[in-house]
């Protein structure tokens, strides 16, 4: 399994070979590679569990599983979406990149880098664990079931023992992304290439620098609540129990604190990559370079006063309910100008319509849909009729799934052949693309219709007038889910070197220090800085 | 593998993934020791074998992690941690101090809710008249919270007794430390040892007179745990915070052995420095602990 | 052949507006949009989402447009030298303002909404709604200058726990078939008030302000009737007022469901309302204060089979979503076989658990009657084979509720 071939002819390669070059790796190439393919498989898992769900929500009733162990089917492939599938994707982009296009040597901590990785598979064995023994194990012993986000009591005082071992792999994988954030921003800050300054990075180098920031100024809030929960649970602390002058709703702020710029990690990197492909496919610039800046650090910046947006319904007083109103419709604003300087460039271009840009129109298109959406969310009166129903779903698949994975899968037709020295296959990719455009709105867009008439999340089973919808949407789910393997059949063709060979340059238009590196990419890039006018 | 860039990139290391096998030991057995010792929503019933499993991570973990430094620490001696590495070390452990104190203003952002909303809230104020008077009819609001809603009865910490002391002890370690530093920065040696060698004691006795807080809060005060929420955040906020003494105390050691081995100089003290920011930041946290914790 | 698929999506989402007929009765309502609802304020809300969607749909639809167009006119076939221009100030302060100026147009509207749910005062009627796992309480408290109604009703889901097609209740995949189907009998079918109904409804009269003090009993439920507009989370520990008020004329029964996540049978605890006239409000609420104040009923049972059959419908209804429908537990202990259930020695500690609850099982106490408790405690001590011969009068139960 091999996507990076060392180039002999070029310099002598020292290292370890073998399953000792994977597992004591400080190459940011084959750790962004192990973040890839884990994350691909942290995708496949999560989405084959999804499948479950969508089995049992096809027909009113319950057909396949009990109402518990449903639950724990919409709680923990949540969980290994969002920090197995959506982070590491990132984070594995940021790790094979980044360096490269900053003409940067490696990462700054290479050691601390392998460890943030290999944290990863631990944690989820952890956390799947639980799952597989609640399937299989005798006695049924219950995973955790209280949504991905934990609320209390529900997690505190009534979660199911497993819950602990939630908690300790949440721990695991906070120190995973906070180790690698810190690399990030230190590669950033300090191993950029001569010449190059702040406001000559690519976008996508941007959009790490800020996210990783968002980082390590959020995840401790996320092991603080789970930490609080915990300390509720087995050592007699009063928290989230009112008879002991704590909230539950105590939990709520923590975690949202730490939630909503969450999902801001989960997609200013699709951003920057957004950012890189259009230009490259339009034959132009990007529209606005600066102004991109200051939009996406205003975004990271206002996501730290939003996050009660997530409990407008929990009893909060008027005034707070209204700042955080104001606060997220304002969060629009930035974003709105990044879409339009995305459609400003391409705006009297020259374009051409190769995979990657596909899918970045792609984004372009329904994360604004999601975004949109969650405007509507936005407004108080109305999102009160909104929360807690598939309304919500909706919103939050558009933005995470045809937002954040589209990017992450648009990124990877982008760069494999610098990574792998192959082109992808263009049958294999546009069978992946089509399936998955049309699949995926079959399946997510329906659920804004059923949640407005008012079918709420969570749910295991529901009023028969929400039946049809369900049908489709499991249909969509189906076909969206098979549709991944032309992906992977794709993957796999370029690492078994299959196919047409990549250029240097692999895409006309591209422009960046990482194009400037032979395709595979080399196992060392730029030990001697470029020097970047 | 050199490279011209003068940035010394290590070629491999089986220390990740060793400790990797090690931070899943503790935290496995950390949760199954947790489970196992309070009796409470048990996984695996019946057996101890949680402590053993957490003991041998931990041990594990500080072997990985003191092999894992040594490889550092010969790089540094061996001078291949000039220029951008060492400035690479220094962001990181300063970013590390920030994602640190993220970590507390979680608690203090707890703290300030529950003392400034939640309790008012239970005592009836703004809109939630009738949580007080449905449900808690007979709760007063005040902050230290020494009599709960369901009843419990505790005392709030004086913060003018030890807690007092151990400000003064915590800030006299770090004018202590930074006369250290500029012995450091002198080439003064003996002062030096001698100054963290002070530092370092100062904070032993800051955890014994904490200590001793702690157990006079148990046996003598009702202050405990369970003793509701301002029980629990006292002793959440001010715990973690003695942990954290401790890994700086630990910290401090190594440099000092360090120290008195002839290690470090004016130009080669990242290690050093890093051990005292480390220092100053726990003792910046206490400052606010005790001023919203013991005294307002 | 993409973009023939996005207009499609547009002309059904255009289908959106047209199918915005009053649409009242729960059966034939809408399926694509938010209803309008029988409030003034879920009208408000209803003007509200309409005004924001038309907005984000021209946005929406701008967005396509200059995207498809672009593709078009743009592409290299038909546009091959690409412009040089990467900026353009006025430009881009025009798509900062402008939708900043757009947002306060929709931020107006919904602030005055806002200011009109907050306000609960001069309520005619206050009902406190408690959540449980997994039914809803009632307590009517005032009623005009009536105070200490002592109205107190339980309200759970109608549908017998087998035809809800819930298989057996220990967690796991595949558990194989329904209860029913074990039983060797097909389910019933649905009807389109299917897991909607209840045995208890929430009754109200039209006309008046309605305010409910909501709060929870175990974790964070909430409780939700769209028709009402807008929801409110019950929390644990505290109580937060929604009002309500439907107009006469807008009689008739309402359905609304727990809308977050408390466990398993979150989709199984619905709300229903019946909305009467205010004289029919009155008789009915009289009707319950005497019932309420009446002495309980202390019957001894004639009978063990009499205590036996009246202890299972309680059972079923309340125990065994957590005992298991055999008794054979679950999130609860298991009961069959089980020895603090055969051995009458434990007579008096099934008693007290039952009226005061422990850890995570609620207390019964405010929710059965003494008979119901009498009956149930002794199905359970002799249901399954466990035979232990104890039979259990209201009058014993009745000692420990008074004893408190």
């Known amino acids: 399994m091999s996507t990076v071939a060392a180039t002999h002819e070029e310099h002598h390669h020292h290292g370890p070979t073998g399953w000792r070059r994977w597992l004591f790796s400080t190459n940011h190439k084959d750790i962004g590679t192990l973040y890839l393919w884990f994350s691909f498989s942290m995708f496949l898992v999560g989405g084959f569990l999804a499948m479950i769900i969508r089995a049992e929500l096809m027909e009113p009733g319950m057909q396949f599983v009990d109402p518990e162990f449903f639950n724990q089917l919409t709680t923990v492939p949540g969980l290994v979406m969002i920090f197995g599938a959506i982070m590491p994707g990132f984070v594995g982009l940021a790790n094979w990149l980044v360096p490269m296009m900053v003409g940067a040597p490696d990462m700054a901590l290479p050691r601390m880098n392998n460890w943030s990785f290999w944290i990863l598979p631990f944690a989820f064995t952890l956390l799947l664990g639980t799952l597989v023994l609640s399937a299989f194990a005798p006695g049924h012993p219950e995973a955790p079931d209280f949504g991905w986000t934990a609320y209390a009591p529900l997690s505190s005082k009534y979660g199911p023992p497993s819950t602990d071992f939630f908690i300790f792999a949440i721990h695991m994988m906070g120190i995973s992304s906070i180790m690698g954030a810190i690399n990030v921003i230190v590669t950033i800050f300090n191993l950029r290439a001569p010449g190059m300054t702040l406001m000559k990075m690519p976008m996508f180098v941007w959009s790490w620098l800020v996210t990783a920031f968002l980082l390590i100024a959020v995840m401790p809030a996320l092991a603080g609540a789970v930490t609080m929960v915990l300390f509720d649970r087995h050592f007699g602390t009063s928290f989230f129990d009112a008879a002991g002058g704590g909230d539950p709703v105590l939990y709520q702020h923590v975690f949202w604190f730490f939630g909503h710029p969450e999902v801001y990690i989960m997609i200013l990197p699709g951003f920057g990559i957004i950012s890189e492909i259009v230009p490259t496919f339009s034959r132009k610039p990007l529209f606005g370079y600066t102004s991109m800046v200051y939009a996406i650090v205003s975004i990271a910046l206002i996501s730290f006063i939003v996050w009660a947006h997530h409990m407008f319904a929990v009893g909060m007083p008027l005034a707070g309910t209204l700042f955080f109103m104001y606060s997220t419709m304002l969060i629009s604003v930035p974003t709105g100008v990044k879409i339009f300087n995305w459609l400003a460039t391409m705006w009297r271009g020259s374009l051409t319509f190769e995979l990657p840009m596909k899918w970045a129109l792609a984004f372009i298109l329904l994360f604004t849909c999601g975004g949109l959406s969650g405007l509507m969310l936005a407004i108080v009166p109305a999102d009160l009729q909104y929360h807690d129903t598939y309304f919500v779903v909706a919103h939050f698949h558009y933005v995470l799934v045809t937002g954040a994975a589209f990017s992450i899968i648009a990124a990877v037709y982008y760069w494999l052949p610098k990574w792998s020295g192959m082109m992808p296959s263009k049958v294999l990719g546009e069978l992946h693309f089509w399936n998955s455009l049309i699949s995926v709105n079959l399946l997510f867009f329906p659920m804004h219709f059923v949640g407005l008439a008012g079918m709420p999340r969570r749910y295991a089973d529901y009023a028969l007038q929400f039946a049809d919808y369900n049908f489709w949407i499991s249909i969509g789910a189906f076909w969206f889910g098979l549709s991944q393997l032309f992906f992977l059949a794709l993957c796999l063709r370029c690492a078994m070197k299959k196919g047409e060979k990549a250029p240097a340059r692999a895409w006309e238009g591209a422009k960046g220090l990482e194009w400037e590196v032979p395709s595979p990419a080399p196992h060392h890039t730029f030990q001697t800085p470029p020097v970047v006018e | ?296 | 052949m993409r973009s023939r698929f996005l207009r499609t999506t547009i002309g059904l989402v255009s289908l959106v507006f047209a199918a915005t007929a009053a649409a009242e009765d729960w059966s034939t309502r809408s399926n694509l949009n938010l209803r309008p609802g029988v409030t003034e304020i879920s009208q408000d809300i209803y003007d509200l989402h309409t005004f924001v969607l038309w907005i984000v749909t021209v946005i929406g639809l701008l967005v396509l447009g200059l995207m498809l167009y672009s593709m078009i006119r743009h592409r290299r076939s038909r546009h091959p030298e690409p412009a040089k221009f990467h900026e353009h100030m006025a430009l881009e302060v025009f798509w900062t303002v402008v939708p900043f100026l757009i947002l306060i147009a929709m931020a107006i509207p919904a602030t005055a909404v806002m200011i009109k749910m907050d306000n609960t005062a001069d309520s005619a009627l206050t009902v406190r709604v408690t959540g449980h796992r997994w039914k809803w309480e009632y307590e009517y408290l005032t009623y005009g200058q009536q105070g200490n109604l002592g109205v107190d009703i339980m309200s759970s889901i109608a549908t017998p726990l087998d035809e809800r097609e819930t298989p057996v209740f220990a967690s796991g995949l595949f558990p194989y078939g329904t209860a029913k189907d074990r039983a060797g009998q097909p389910a019933p079918p649905k009807d389109h008030n299917y897991n909607l109904t209840v045995d208890h409804p929430l009754v109200l009269p039209s006309g008046q302000k309605i305010r409910f003090l909501i709060t929870s009993a175990d974790v964070i439920h909430s409780f939700w009737v769209p028709d009402f507009g807008g929801k409110q989370d019950a929390i644990p520990g505290y109580v937060h007022a929604k009002w309500t008020k439907i107009p006469p004329g807008k009689e008739g029964t309402y359905y609304g469901q727990c809308t977050e996540l408390c466990g398993k049978g979150h989709a199984f605890m619905p709300i229903e309302v019946k909305v009467v006239s205010q004289q029919e409000f009155k008789t009915w609420l009289d009707d319950k204060v005497k019932e309420a104040k009446a002495a309980p009923d202390l019957t001894p049972f004639a009978s063990l089979d009499e205590a036996m059959k009246a202890g299972e419908k309680v059972f079923t209804a309340n125990c065994a979503v957590c005992h298991g429908a055999q008794g054979q537990g679950g999130i609860g202990v298991p009961m069959a076989g089980a020895e603090f259930f055969t051995d009458s020695s434990h007579k008096a500690d099934h008693i007290k658990i039952v009226i005061h609850g422990l850890n995570a099982m609620p207390s019964f106490k405010s929710q059965l009657s003494p008979k119901e408790i009498a009956a149930v405690i002794t199905y359970e001590r002799n249901a399954w084979g466990n035979n232990s011969g104890d039979l259990i009068q209201p009058a014993d139960v009745n000692k420990d509720e008074g004893g408190e």
């Open chain 2, 1 to 296: 593998m050199s490279n011209s860039n003068n940035y010394y990139i290590p070629e491999y290391s089986p220390w990740p993934i060793v400790a990797t096998v090690g931070l899943f030991a503790t935290a496995f057995g950390g949760a199954n020791y947790i489970q196992q010792a309070t009796g409470k929503l048990v996984y695996f019933p019946g057996g101890h074998w949680g402590k053993y499993v957490f003991a041998l991570g931990v041990i594990w973990l500080l072997v990985t992690i003191t092999l894992w430094w040594r490889d550092t620490i010969n790089e540094s001696i061996g001078g291949l941690h000039h220029g951008r590495l060492n400035v690479s070390y220094r962001l990181g452990m300063g970013w590390f101090i920030f994602s640190e104190v993220m970590f507390f203003g979680a608690f203090f952002g707890s703290l300030f809710y529950t003392r400034w909303l939640v309790v008012p809230w239970l005592g009836g104020a703004g809109s939630n008249a009738m949580t007080h008077e449905l449900l808690w009819p007979n709760f007063q609001a005040m902050w230290p919270l020494i009599r709960t809603p369901d009843g419990t009865v505790t005392q709030a910490m004086e913060a003018w007794g030890l807690p007092a002391i151990n400000t003064a002890v915590l800030l006299t370690s770090s004018v202590t430390l930074t006369i250290a530093h500029h012995a450091l920065l002198e080439g003064r040696r003996t002062r030096l040892a001698l100054f963290q060698a002070i530092t370092v004691v100062l904070g032993i006795a800051f955890l014994f007179l904490q200590a001793t807080e702690y157990h006079h809060a148990y046996t003598h005060m009702g202050l405990t745990l369970h003793a509701g929420i301002y029980g629990s955040l006292f002793f959440v906020m001010t715990g973690f915070h003695g942990v954290h003494v401790t890994i700086g105390t630990i910290f401090l050691i190594i440099t000092l052995s360090r120290v008195l081995r002839g290690h470090f100089s004016k130009e080669n003290d990242f290690a050093w420095e890093a051990a005292a920011w480390y220092w100053h930041f726990v003792d910046i946290v206490w400052l606010f602990l005790f001023v919203s914790v013991y005294w307002l």
